[in-house]
């Protein structure tokens, strides 16, 4: 399962760091974000609540960096 | 600009404006601090919000933190000496205005090349009731009639019923030649309708047309990330601890040796400076920032040069291709068989072409097709009688109460006339009148007219080797290679031999260069996928083919290989002058830092200036026009 959502974020290296970010929640296979299009793409382990992970994925990209968001 | 980036701008020009008055306000001591301390906030203040949340949140090395540590170092030094606080609030300026700068530009390029690739139909025009009405593309079902009037695009695939029209289709092929289509024809969506009104019938859903498939291509394609991205990020994460440890060490240790090592005075102030320095230079943004920004613009310009790139990473392998391998039928030749020539023609070579077509009207051979194709005009069947089909040599029929024998050599043998060798490549033709020998006809796969300046092109664009793949016979294949200029031909292949062919090449050569196989997607998928690139060319709306390639060129013609090529150098130069220029600008600065040469002030071209030139530089990527 892959899903899109479209992000905003400030720089090229906070992008990455919420790239990592999203990589490291539960939940989460793998994950790319594209500074240049804002979009981050996810791809879930099966079985998951897409709706719940992405809140998680939310929450830790906002710790690396505070000014981001992702549309839900 | 967005409404974060007119606030911003405010605040620095703000700022600025402050900066100026204090300078001539004649105050000193604490209320200079006091009154110096609100431009500073102002500039700086999200700053120091961000390095506090990162630090709470174990995120310590970001750039927000370099900066309120450099910033507040300064300002804690300029009071201990009651001395010069602009130099602080200047860092803090000059850095903010920098950010600035990057998100405008990055901002306005992100629209350019998004305008670049607009193809996406915002609506589609359905009659109901003697009324056009416009609903949303993705709501139309297979099998629906929809209108497309003069000046839009259209927006779903399908077959024209009712209308002719000219199409521009340079958003898709960058051919700039408009297309003439009529009823009955395929369209694909994407084009811009000229000329006439079309009814169009559906033959697929949005989400399955070419310009759903190409915009979701083209999007993705800077999510592939290329090697230099890859380094770079993890570069930045090696890169900013490293140096925020080398200040921590240059504001402590050189003081600490100077007092207890050598006996002199500590000049904590002078080190601690050069430490904060350090942290300014430090920002790894220009790098992080301009590359993958390259990126961007490469594939952009290169999408609207009609070559669709599907990553970052093949922009790079591209760049690095050494060999060339073609596959022949529809790559270097039209795939399409033409009658290239008459010889020996007894008669006129037109009444010749009226009678192979008519004694071979009956057949739906590829070769009777082009015979047809070549006379041109409708044919009275009534004037053919009694055709007999001899398999494998030809036809035998009576025409205008004539006998006309149409066939290869074999045919001319069995009626034992005597017949004249061709010495062209191709499938010949013969034909006999009654008996008697009345000349052959040539008919053979024509080389597009751009292949042999493609060849040329790509022997300019550093290609050390061309090589061609065929399963055509060894004649064809060393006629056409030698005319076109190829090094290597291999004929006679089925189609899982040019996979052996393609990892024999990949194997004999060193791994450094790549190897790119162009293609026309048909049967020649897993080709396509074995090379280092696979190129699909003239490949608009076949589905296998934009799967199974690297590239894809909208068009057929072969001179968009080279241009690709170019494309590609062009923005891999660009990044790697974005990323040696950085580090070096960087790295030199460090040691002056370190050395006490630099001030601040240096350090902030090294930051800011830095940036703003490889985000320059990196939109040139875009401007791909001359290639």
């Known amino acids: 399962m892959k899903k899109t959502y479209k992000i905003e974020v400030d720089c090229a290296n906070c992008a990455n760091k919420m790239e990592d970010a999203a990589k490291r929640t539960e939940g989460v296979k793998n994950a790319t974000v594209n500074f240049m299009t804002l979009k981050m793409s996810v791809e879930f382990e099966d079985g998951q609540d897409i709706k719940a992970v992405m809140q998680k994925v939310r929450t830790n990209c906002k710790k690396v960096e505070d000014d981001c968001e992702i549309f839900i | ?627």
């Not at chain 2, 359905?126 to 139309?140: A, C, F």
């Not at chain 2, 992080?288 to 961007?296: A, C, M, T």
């Not at chain 2, 009275?380 to 009576?398: C, F, H, L, M, P």
């Not at chain 2, 709306?541 to 090529?565: N, R, T």
């Open chain 2, 1 to 627: 600009m967005s409404k974060k980036q007119k606030k911003m701008l405010f605040r620095i020009l703000l700022t600025a404006v402050l900066m100026v008055l204090l300078h001539f306000l004649p105050v000193a001591k604490l209320l200079r601090f006091l009154l110096y301390l609100i431009p500073y906030l102002v500039i700086g203040y999200d700053i120091l919000i961000k390095a506090f949340k990162g630090v709470k949140n174990r995120q310590m090395f970001d750039e927000s933190f370099l900066m309120a540590v450099a910033t507040v170092g300064a300002m804690a030094l300029a009071v201990a000496k009651d001395g010069d606080y602009t130099e602080a609030i200047a860092v803090m300026l000059f850095y903010q205005i920098g950010e600035w700068f990057q998100s405008y530009a990055v901002g306005k390029s992100r629209r350019n090349i998004s305008e670049l690739m607009d193809i996406r139909p915002d609506y589609a025009n359905i009659e109901k009731d003697g009324q056009l009405e416009q609903v949303d593309p993705d709501e139309v079902e297979i099998g629906t009639i929809i209108v497309v009037q003069p000046g839009e695009k259209i927006p779903i695939d399908g077959i024209v019923i009712n209308g002719h029209s000219s199409l521009n289709t340079s958003a898709l092929t960058g051919e700039s030649l408009p297309r003439e289509i009529q009823t009955g024809e395929e369209v694909i969506s994407g084009c811009i309708n000229l000329t006439g009104i079309l009814k169009i019938q559906t033959t697929k859903e949005f989400g399955e047309s070419t310009v759903s498939k190409i915009l979701d291509l083209v999007e993705n394609a800077s999510s592939r990330k290329s090697k230099s991205e890859d380094f770079i990020s993890k570069f930045a994460r090696v890169y900013t601890p490293l140096v925020c440890y080398s200040a921590l060490a240059l504001a402590f240790l050189p003081p600490l040796v100077r007092i207890s090592l050598l006996g002199l005075s500590a000049d904590w102030g002078d080190w601690v400076y050069r430490a904060l320095t350090f942290l300014v230079i430090s920002c790894p943004c220009a790098l992080v920032v301009s590359i993958p920004l390259s990126f961007f613009a490469g594939i952009g310009g290169a999408s609207n040069a009609g070559v669709l790139v599907k990553g970052s990473n093949y922009l790079e392998t591209l760049s690095q291709t050494r060999y060339v391998v073609f596959d022949k039928t529809g790559t270097l030749t039209q795939g399409v068989f033409q009658v290239n020539a008459i010889h020996h023609n007894t008669l006129p070579e037109e009444k010749l072409l009226e009678y192979a077509a008519l004694a071979e009207s009956a057949s739906s051979h590829p070769i009777s097709k082009s015979l047809r194709e070549a006379y041109g005009k409708p044919l009275e069947r009534s004037r053919i009688t009694d055709i007999e089909e001899i398999s494998g040599n030809g036809v035998i029929a009576q025409v205008d109460n004539l006998c006309i024998a149409a066939g290869n050599a074999k045919l001319m043998k069995r009626l034992k006339i005597d017949y004249k060798d061709c010495h062209h490549t191709g499938t010949i033709v013969h034909l006999a009148i009654d008996g008697t020998y009345a000349g052959h006809i040539v008919i053979s796969d024509i080389i597009k007219p751009h292949a042999k300046g493609a060849i040329a092109a790509l022997k300019s664009a550093g290609v050390h080797q061309t090589v061609m793949l065929t399963g055509d016979t060894d004649a064809v294949a060393k006629q056409v290679a030698k005319e076109l200029g190829i090094d290597v031909v291999y004929s006679e292949l089925l189609p899982e031999d040019k996979v052996t062919k393609v990892e024999e090449l990949l194997e004999s050569k060193s791994p450094k260069e790549k190897l790119a196989f162009v293609g026309d997607g048909i049967n020649d998928a897993p080709v396509l996928s074995r090379a280092d690139i696979g190129i699909a060319m003239g490949a608009m709306g076949s589905d296998a083919a934009i799967e199974a390639a690297d590239i894809v060129l909208m068009d057929d013609d072969p001179l968009k290989i080279s241009k690709a090529i170019n494309i590609s150098r062009k923005c891999l130069r660009i990044v790697y002058e974005n990323i040696w220029f950085a580090i070096g600008i960087k790295v030199i600065c460090l040691l002056l830092g370190a050395f006490g040469i630099a001030n601040m002030w240096l350090a902030v071209f090294a930051d800011v200036g830095v940036m703003v030139l490889a985000v320059l530089n990196a939109i040139r990527a875009l401007f791909v026009k001359k290639l």
